[in-house]
């Protein structure tokens, strides 16, 4: 193992990743990735994988077109398909706050250059025929979302990241960021000190206990993130678009015969990072009984649209844990009073979405230039001081996933 990097990035999840394949891209000297377990062996392939270009806040979509540019440049560059699934998203409103947010969304796709066009509540049955609707509901039809799977994408940046000249580690932890006076020198691990004049704090759910130790707090808190998938049925078809139902809080795709859905309990679940184990599946988070709850509050507003659902069995339940903001937006950029300590985290329920964009302004940052997105509504210390141990703080984060209503 070397013992000097240009640039050492912690954590082998989607961020960390996508980080290294644009940097090593810029070929600014040696890029180092540590990853305590597996390249995407914690929360990345749990996720969902949508790739909702429109975002009710607006700073995030150009962070999700630059996702869609890199999965074409690593399909060209890796001569392999990503399993990209460009279907569309339907999203419907029925309440007056959900059609005014739809309405607002559309304006500023139309703004990103986003094509979106408004269709018949029967226009959208056809194209999703499990959907029950009246026909006084405010439907706006995406023609160009996506989905793709996560482990893949993770992989791809990893294996794009090789190939460009990165170095990527696995079973090597990292357990302290180490800091001289106002600037970091690099990493502690179980192997021995790793010096590096630039440090990449991509360590997901992780990432705040790391900063905290080397006196940062980061605005962001795990919160339990899940969904199901349904028994096989032919009402689903692997064509169909994704479709955001806000009005129940749910989102549904796609899944091989079948279709998964994610609902947005009334009351997430937050977890004090320094409880957390290393290894993701000690938590048992797939099969925790509370999840049961979350299925029975959501299912009957779900059912309004979804009648079936009481008939049609739950095959699987999926959860992990996202890094939640009480703002919903990232945690990106210099930590502050920390001259070489860089961060990517809080990506509050789309990480994979905005990894393209994340990792090509964070590899920007490394290498002195000014980023192609604006990141300062995602800055680390724009919530002041914060204790990321603080249950009050903690609780606001999770209040950002329970009021959360796109996809």
Known sequence: MRRLSDVIIIGGGVLGCAIAYYLAGFGRGQVLLLERRTVAGANSPRAAGLLSRP??????????????AAIADLEDELSQSLG??????????ESPSARASLADLVKSANSAGVVSEWIRPADAVRLVPWLALDGEEAVAFFPEDAYVDPYMLTQAYAYGAKLRGA?????VGVTAIRRQGDRVIGVETAEGFLAAPIVIDAAGVWAGVLAWEAG??????PVRSQYWITAPHPLFALRQPIVLLPDARTYTRPEIGSLLF??????SVHMDPWELPEDIDGLHLDDAPESWDTLLEGIPPLARYFPVVEQIGIAHHVAGLSTYTPDGMFV???????????VATGCSGAGI????????????????????FDL???????????????????QRCADARSMKRSG
């Open 167 to 171: 170095v990527i580690r696995e079973g």
């Open 353 to 372: 979405a905005a990894s393209g964009g994340i990792g090509l302004a964070l590899a920007q940052l490394a290498v002195g230039q000014t980023p192609s």
């Open 55 to 68: 975002r009710p806040k607006a700073a995030l979509t150009p962070l999700v077109l630059e996702t869609y």
């Open 376 to 394: 300062a509504p995602h800055r680390v210390d724009r919530f002041g001081t914060v204790n990321p141990a603080d249950p009050a703080f903690r």
């Open 84 to 93: 990209l699934r460009q279907v569309g998203s339907l999203h419907v409103a």
């Open 262 to 267: 994610g609902l947005r309990e009334a009351k």
């Open 332 to 342: 990106l950029g210099e930590a502050p009073g920390l001259e070489g300590l860089l």
């Open 216 to 221: 940062i707090g980061l605005p962001m808190a």
